[in-house]
Structure formats: C-alpha cells, structure tokens
C-alpha cells in the first residue's frame, strides 16, 4: 500500500490545482482520444439500457457526452468552472446536467439524494490525499444504487508540474471499498491512452456487497481471482 506524501506544500494545494489555466489544451487532450479507447477494460460492465449515471471529474465532457448519447440519464461533475463550461458548451447538443461540485464530500449532490446506477471516476482519484480518499469512498457508497456500480481509474507515474496527485494503488483503494459494504467486481491495467512516458493506469470496477465476505457470483467463478476480481 502506498503511503500519501507528507509534502504541506502539495497537501496545501487544491485538488484541481493546474487545470484552471490550461482547461482549453487540456480539453483538446482529452477529446483526442476517444470514450470508447478509454474505456475498453470496462465497457462490457457498463448498463446496456437507459441508467443513470454520475460521470464525477467529468472534465471536457467526452464520456458523459458518449453516455448520454447512449441513452442514458448522465450528472457530469466538474469543479473547475472553465473547464466545466468549455465541455457544456463542447457537448452542448447533449442532455448533460452539468454540476459544480466536488470530492470528498460533494455535498450538492448528497443533497439531492440521488442514486446512481454506474459512477465513473475518470483519473480523479490520485487528487485526493489518503483522508480524503476514506471519505470519498464513503459519500461514493451512499450515491450508489441497490444494483449500481463503480468505476475508477488510479493513475501511476510522474506527476506533472503545478498539479496535485498523491500515490494511489489497487490495494488500498480495494481496503477502502471493503470497508464501505462494496466488493470488488474487476481489475485491469492498461498503459497511457495519451502515450506519456512512465504513466500506466489501474482500473477498478466495485459493486455493492450483498454478503459478508465477497459479492454474489465473485467468490470461486471461474475468471475470477482469490479476492474475487476478475483480471485483464
């Protein structure tokens, strides 16, 4: 398990420290590689019908936009006010209900007390430091419907100039999971869809735990490893 720098400085930073001022390159970057690219390692585990979804540092728009074509019924998160309006207007054909809110708590969205049947975390979860990531975890769960699931993505590698990240890992975040009722669903690792040097990523599928000790059809199912995940 890693442990979170003890770096003030960095831990004094905001959580969406260097986006603000590169928001139109960075939405450039994203929109340059596609949803379904992104995605490949955790497509097959998301709702094939009309759902509704929380697309959480939804960024330029690209997934929610993809989803909501798709049929579904798409929140898009974004707390970086450019970025949140370059992607509302990029995408601005698409029925997105665009928020501005933010982890760990996003207390505008507990306040509705919605439930979501697919919450997708698109690199977000190495800007949260260990403390915030316990909470996060626990304010994910409660925005989880019966039958819903979670999909993370932790990246690994150098962090870039003026941003925040802190060391994540399949781990600790599956401890996280475990200790707010969700079990683990899938895990693949895959390299960077933008090619930079030294950055990989993990992906990570949860659901809700409907047992004590491993969810319903996860313990012992072929493809599926001794924690219960399934791999590739």
């Known amino acids: 398990m890693h442990s979170d720098t003890t770096d003030p400085g960095l831990r004094a930073m905001d959580s969406t420290a260097g986006y603000t001022d590169a928001a139109e390159a960075l939405v450039e970057q994203y929109e340059s590689v596609s949803f379904a690219e992104v995605h490949r390692e955790t497509l097959h585990l998301y709702p094939a019908g009309p759902a509704a979804v929380l697309d959480i540092g939804a960024g330029s728009g690209r997934d929610a936009a993809a989803l909501a ?70 304010t994910l769960a409660g925005l989880l419907a019966d039958d819903g699931r979670i999909v993370l ?43 930079r040097a030294g950055v990989s990523w993990t992906y990570l599928a949860l659901h809700a735990d409907r047992t004590s000790s491993a969810a319903p059809g996860t313990q012992g199912a072929p493809g599926l490893d001794e924690d219960g995940v399934s791999r590739s």
């Open 153 to 195: 993505s932790l990246r690994h590698g150098p962090v870039p100039p003026g941003r925040r990240m802190f060391p994540v890992d399949a781990p600790e975040t599956l401890a996280l999971a475990r200790a707010n009722g969700l079990a683990p669903l899938h895990l693949a690792r895959r390299e960077d869809p933008h090619a």
């Open 69 to 138: 074509a798709a049929g579904h019924r798409v929140t898009a998160v974004e707390p970086t006010a450019p970025m949140r309006e370059l992607g509302r207007a990029r995408h601005a054909r698409h029925p997105i209900d665009w928020v501005d809110d933010a982890l760990p708590h996003l207390p505008g969205l507990t306040a509705r007390a919605d439930r979501y049947d697919l919450i997708l975390l698109t690199a977000v979860w190495m800007h949260l430091d260990a403390e915030q990531r316990a909470t996060a975890m626990a």
